[in-house]
């Protein structure tokens, strides 16, 4: 799955909504998004809108695809999602993409600490084998005088 990230979670629930509201929704039946920049002067036509809109939800129509909560159909032109009722109803119901969002946090803050314990294993891990062997030294070094000490007084 793609990593979501904090500002599409809004869009991806409007999806979502009203593909359960209508069944079948085509993405040129969603809102025109914010971001697309429109200036007074400029006439916009209805193909260069649905031609926007379809840029813009691309994205969001393979979230929703990988997450296999609803039915996408994504081509060049024609971008349409289907809601499987129950599925899609109980996603909703559990959570939506924000709880989601949350899960992925907690793996990704669950990873970073695997991360720093490997980091700090891999240090450990470096100074055992440059201390070992001075230490084993040490070890065979007093065996052999209390060897010595033990043999000189018998």
Same mark, same amino acid.
């Given at each position: 799955?793609?990593?979501?990230?904090?500002?599409?979670?809004?869009?991806?629930?409007?999806?979502?909504?009203?593909?359960?509201?209508?069944?079948? +929704?085509?993405? !040129? @039946?969603?809102?025109?998004?914010? %971001?697309?920049? $429109?200036?007074? #002067?400029?006439?916009?036509?209805?193909?260069?809108?649905?031609?926007?809109?379809?840029?813009?939800?691309?994205?969001?129509?393979?979230?929703?695809?990988?997450?296999?909560?609803? +039915?996408?159909? !994504? @081509?060049?032109?024609?971008?349409? %999602?289907?809601? $499987?009722?129950? #599925?899609?109803?109980?996603?909703?119901?559990?959570?939506?993409?924000?709880?989601?969002?949350?899960?992925?946090?907690?793996?990704?803050?669950?990873?970073?600490?695997?991360?720093?314990?490997?980091?700090?294993?891999?240090?450990?891990?470096?100074?055992?084998?440059?201390?070992?062997?001075?230490?084993?030294?040490?070890?065979?070094?007093?065996?052999?005088?209390?060897?010595?000490?033990?043999?000189?007084?018998?």
């Amino acid at each position: 799955m793609k990593q979501l990230h904090k500002e599409d979670i809004e869009e991806l629930d409007y999806i979502i909504n009203a593909c359960l509201e209508k069944g079948i +929704i085509d993405a !040129t @039946e969603l809102r025109l998004p914010n %971001i697309v920049k $429109i200036t007074v #002067d400029e006439e916009i036509s209805e193909r260069r809108a649905n031609r926007e809109k379809i840029d813009y939800y691309k994205r969001f129509f393979v979230i929703i695809r990988n997450c296999e909560i609803a +039915i996408v159909s !994504t @081509e060049d032109f024609d971008m349409k %999602i289907e809601s $499987i009722y129950p #599925d899609t109803n109980r996603f909703i119901e559990d959570g939506s993409f924000k709880k989601l969002y949350e899960v992925q946090l907690q793996k990704e803050a669950y990873q970073k600490t695997i991360e720093k314990g490997n980091i700090a294993s891999a240090t450990n891990s470096i100074w055992t084998k440059k201390t070992y062997w001075w230490t084993f030294g040490f070890a065979i070094a007093g065996l052999i005088i209390a060897l010595w000490a033990l043999f000189r007084t018998w």
